[in-house]
């Protein structure tokens, strides 16, 4: 493969993360970014909430893969790797302080356990 080969599908690759894996993962605070392509093998930085996240592994074999196989035809196979610097913490958080109170009723004479407050 030459120089304009191998750009053209870095192009592609590129294109393909832009327009249709951003957008995915953005909604969950994920950032997935490109590293390197070689020998059909691409590999991913799992950035934002991807970084470290469990499940990171099946959204980048089971979503990104799909698309990268089917877009880009000379991806073989993808690896991930995370993004150490990454300061965002890949678990859902709140921004108030969790009280159990706000979600279980210990009430004896109430058959409500839990509740959707």
């Not at 592609?12 to 832009?18: E, F, G, P, V, W």
């Not at 990171?56 to 893969?65: D, P």
């Amino acid at each position: 493969m030459n120089k304009d080969q191998y750009d053209r599908i870095v192009n592609n690759i590129k294109q393909t993360l832009d327009n249709y894996v951003a957008p995915a993962v953005a909604g969950h605070g994920g950032i997935v970014n490109f590293v390197d392509f070689q020998d059909g093998t691409l590999t991913l930085e799992m950035s934002g909430a991807c970084a470290g996240c469990a499940m990171s592994a099946m959204t980048l074999q089971q979503g990104i893969e799909g698309i990268m196989l089917s877009m880009v035809p000379e991806v073989k196979s993808i690896v991930g790797v995370d993004d150490p610097n990454s300061g965002v913490s890949p678990f859902m958080s709140h921004n108030y302080d969790y009280n159990p109170d706000d979600y279980w009723n210990d009430d004896k004479d109430d058959n409500i356990i839990s509740t959707d407050r």
